[in-house]
């Protein structure tokens, strides 16, 4: 076979950080970075210990880990509350008037929240949930816009010690239902609706068909789009109504560091979601550390990440992983090309946003929709990138770092899950050579490897399961309700290790390739390919948009390759355009690679946080019924044109 198209395209080409970022870098070179590893590992609980004690305790802890394989304890008998780590200690000082949250709404509406205001209206409002009969312990469901409230209303949970567990807004009424039942929420927070695309999202219809038959005593409403919605006397009521008028002052609570912090839940193919249960020290401790290492957080910074806050990288670095660090945190509520595809540019421009942190699918998105949009705007603000949510295909970077980062802002690609709360594998700005494409090394105190099944080490650019070899402090501890699921699902496959379905390699330089799902990968006649690797040849056609490339049963090489393309404007879709694509395929990866199937499509299966649904498609090339969590589909019409198209030409 071939040289691979990551090989191609990245592994002779390094990019390394500018003298002038790394001199400024909290990590200013890989030196560091191996004396910084060699102590963790050689120490991690030292390690640990030290990250964690520069959060607000109010008690110190006993033991820094309690490990009995897979159960974790961080910071035993330690205390302290997410809330005040987050904001009353910043309060306390001359960051009191900085800016916390800088907001956006998409019909142009802005706020600013400095840390004393923030500070107030997360007083308030855990105020008010305790006047409505919240106690420690209690679940909270959220089901809100990206809007301030949103912040406040997490913040307000962890200062009362009442668990939350955000619901994407993206979700259909059906699902919130399941996850308020599964977590025997009491209370759950909304809005009259949100802003999405020009139109308003039903929330509140949402929830009054959720929490039919649940265990929910309270509806809390946010007016955000004076939208006429029903209220339901003796249950529902208004945040202005509640919050508002509630007291601006509240000693928080100190909790044990094992206490739930938040339930988070994560869709399955098929069977009820999982609610992933993580707690307020270790968690915290992860987000703040992998927020200010990571992005190399500065004082002066004004740090966008795009994702919602019902997903875990809202969570770490949206709330708790900036507020943590002092940032000034930027949220904006609706779509990226809403009302055109500079949307994003605007913003960036507009607030002078120096750290911006989006996923693949959008980076591709931007790419579809040209050139031109971001070169309207002044995007001389940014210093460094970011990169989650999936493998990024190395075409998709370079348009990143030229068009966006003009060639002089590190890009940082993050390997991480909701599983593991904070980010494990990510390069570190000031001091790594990035490789287009790859996560690079694992972060300081993250033991990660590519091992084979039976947990023997990978060779170099030897595909294996991505593992994790000892306990970090933002693991999960449970599947909420389940844990026989969680030992099974995380500690069932590779002995001793914590392994949750990521296929990966390491080359020479021992930088680490996430190659996707390991149901991602496709075994054709014996040969096992990762899809990103097929997708990242078809993009860096000049004529590709955007692929998805899944598998379907084939009865003579046990699995046959299926590529869905979107060609870039002004291309035709056509069986000449397949013809070539083929070709270019093999001609990088070698004919085994060679797709059997090219189908085009004028958009592929995304959730609202731009994740493309490979498990969708895969179902639609093999001419199975769809089943499982569809809810997150932005658009559900694309699934059903997609098969529409698959039937006609069958």
């Not at 490990?67 to 997410?82: E, I, M, R, S, Y």
């Not at 309270?218 to 529902?236: E, L, P, S, T, Y």
């Not at 999982?274 to 004082?299: E, M, N, P, Q, S």
Request: with cysteine.
């Amino acid at each position: 076979m071939s040289q691979s198209i990551e090989s191609v395209l990245t592994e002779n080409r390094s990019f390394a950080p500018s003298e002038e970022f790394a001199r400024a870098a909290q990590v200013k070179s890989m030196a560091q970075y191996e004396e910084m590893y060699r102590r963790a590992d050689e120490d991690p609980e030292g390690y640990w210990a030290e990250v964690a004690s520069e959060l607000a305790w109010t008690k110190k802890w006993s033991k820094t880990l309690d490990w009995k394989l897979p159960d974790a304890k961080w910071f035993v008998g330690g205390q302290l509350n997410a809330s005040v780590s987050c904001l009353d200690r910043h309060v306390a000082t001359w960051r009191k008037n900085k800016a916390a949250l800088l907001w956006e709404g998409e019909p142009g509406d802005t706020r600013v929240l400095t840390y004393g205001q923030l500070h107030r209206e997360v007083c308030k409002a855990a105020n008010a949930l305790i006047a409505l009969g919240v106690k420690k312990g209690d679940f909270v469901a959220i089901y809100l816009p990206m809007i301030p409230e949103a912040a406040i209303a997490m913040l307000a949970c962890a200062r009362i010690g009442a668990p939350h567990t955000v619901v994407f807004g993206g979700f259909s009424a059906e699902a919130l239902g399941d996850r308020i039942k599964d977590a025997k929420a009491k209370i759950v927070i909304t809005s009259d609706g949100g802003w999405r695309r020009g139109a308003i999202v039903p929330l509140k219809e949402n929830v009054d068909r959720a929490v039919e038959g649940t265990s929910i005593e309270k509806v809390v409403v946010v007016k955000r789009c004076a939208n006429d919605v029903a209220m339901k006397d003796g249950r529902d009521v208004w945040w202005h109504d509640t919050v508002d008028v509630a007291s601006p002052r509240h000693e928080a609570e100190s909790f044990d560091s094992e206490h739930t912090l938040f339930t988070l839940y994560t869709s399955g193919t098929t069977g009820k979601p999982k609610g992933i249960l993580h707690t307020t020290g270790g968690y915290l401790t992860g987000a703040y550390y992998t927020t200010k290492l990571v992005f190399d957080l500065r004082d002066e910074d004004i740090f966008w990440c795009t994702a919602d806050i019902g997903w875990v990288t809202g969570h770490s670095y949206v709330v708790y992983g900036p507020l943590a660090n002092g940032a000034t945190v930027l949220m904006y509520e609706g779509a990226p090309n809403q009302p055109g595809p500079d949307r994003f540019w605007d913003i960036i421009a507009k607030w002078g946003v120096t750290v911006f942190y989006t996923a693949p699918t959008a980076i591709r998105a931007f790419m579809r929709w040209g050139d031109q949009w971001p070169a309207k705007h002044d995007l001389s603000s940014l210093r460094l990138l970011g990169s989650v949510g999936e493998p990024i295909n190395p075409e998709a970077w370079m348009w990143y770092r030229e068009q966006i980062g003009h060639n002089r802002c590190p890009i940082v690609d993050t390997w991480w899950q909701t599983e593991t709360g904070s980010i494990m594998i990510s390069p570190l700005p000031g001091a790594t050579p990035t490789k287009p494409g790859s996560a690079t090394r694992p972060l300081p105190g993250i033991a990660a490897d590519v091992v084979h099944k039976d947990g023997t080490p990978a060779k170099a650019n030897e595909g294996g399961f991505l593992v994790i070899k000892k306990p970090w402090p933002s693991m999960l501890r449970t599947i909420f309700g389940d844990h026989e699921r969680f030992q099974k699902t995380y500690f069932g496959e590779v002995a001793g290790c914590y392994f949750a379905g990521d296929g990966a390699r390491k080359d020479a330089d021992g930088y680490f390739w996430v190659m996707g799902r390991v149901d991602d990968v496709i075994n054709v006649a014996g040969h096992r390919l990762s899809t990103m690797e097929v997708e990242s040849a078809l993009v860096s056609h000049p004529k590709v948009a955007e692929a998805a490339v899944v598998g379907r049963p084939d009865d003579l090489k046990g699995q046959a390759i299926v590529a869905f393309v979107t060609p870039r404007q002004g291309v035709a879709a056509d069986e000449a355009l397949a013809k070539v694509l083929r070709e270019h395929v093999s001609s990088q990866i070698g004919a085994l690679a060679r797709p059997e199937e090219i189908r085009f499509a004028e958009a592929l299966p995304k959730t609202r946080s731009g994740k493309i649904m490979r498990r969708l498609l895969r179902e639609v090339a093999s001419g199975s019924k769809s089943r499982g969590d569809t809810t997150t589909l932005e658009d559900q019409g694309v699934l059903e044109r997609l098969a529409q198209s698959f039937a006609q030409e069958e």
